[in-house]
């Protein structure tokens, strides 16, 4: 189930020299996951699921100290290995299969367990999409994202969007900082993470100057969050959802 995922995590940075040098909207909404957690959240086992650094993970380390934390669900050994939050921070634009990816956390998850996840939205970068230009990925919608947490019996489930803007004075370094963020990682020759992007794009980014003379860019950041009941559905593979029968009236 996980090969063709981890195929594509190897491909998804043809460049990580890259990610060091422009990763700073990864880092701010990590600070920013780490902030929304609840206060009175304690948990044991800890996977951060799309690391590219340990950024977000040393954060986790420094809320909660006596967690056991471990990075990217392809480099799990042990089927067994159960966890009590589930993190991913701008990551999920980048798999093949969005829902299967969530619903591997589901099964990760154990019962109560927490999932709180980043990711761009739909109708994001907008300002340097043109057809027949280098290809962005399909970003998810808000209320697909919801409708499908509940089917897997997320409970209690929060979303919401921040909306980003930022402005840049160098048309090269806007386009390295999205194709860290949105570029279509699995092209090899039309998506933003190979090097035949650049020269394409030039022609094209007087266009999107504003009247400073100036690049400006927009996204979306989609932030979900839901938790398991005291009973979970294990698999989901014939679409089954336990629902949680504790607040039933008793006859």
Do not use: C
């Not at 990590?30 to 206060?39: F, G, S």
């Not at 009941?229 to 698999?235: A, F, M």
């Amino acid at each position: 189930m996980t090969t063709k995922k981890a195929l594509s995590r190897r491909k998804l940075q043809y460049h990580p020299e890259l990610y060091a040098g422009h990763a700073f909207l990864h880092h701010e909404i990590a600070r920013r996951m780490v902030e929304y957690l609840e206060e009175d959240l304690t948990p044991g086992m800890i996977l951060v699921d799309g690391a590219f650094d340990h950024y977000l993970s040393e954060l986790l380390q420094a809320r909660f100290p006596n967690a056991k934390i471990m990075e990217n669900i392809e480099s799990l050994t042990d089927s067994t290995l159960r966890f009590d939050l589930i993190i991913s921070n701008l990551y999920l634009q980048d798999v093949w299969e969005f829902e299967e990816r969530v619903r591997d956390y589901q099964v990760r998850l154990n019962a109560q367990g927490k999932l709180f996840f980043t990711t761009i939205g739909t109708g994001s970068f907008a300002d340097i999409s043109y057809p027949g230009g280098p290809l962005m990925n399909e970003f998810p919608d808000i209320e697909d994202i919801g409708d499908y947490l509940h089917a897997l019996g997320f409970k209690n489930a929060v979303l919401f969007i921040e909306k980003i803007n930022l402005t840049y004075e160098k048309l090269d370094t806007l386009l390295k900082d999205a194709r860290i963020v949105g570029g279509k990682p699995f092209s090899s020759f039309k998506g933003l993470r190979t090097y035949e992007w650049l020269e394409e794009w030039r022609s094209y980014a007087e266009r999107f100057k504003n009247s400073d003379n100036l690049y400006d860019i927009g996204f979306d950041i989609i932030y979900a969050e839901g938790s398991l009941s005291d009973i979970k559905n294990l698999q989901g593979e014939n679409n089954e959802v336990f629902v949680d029968i504790s607040n039933l009236t008793k006859r």
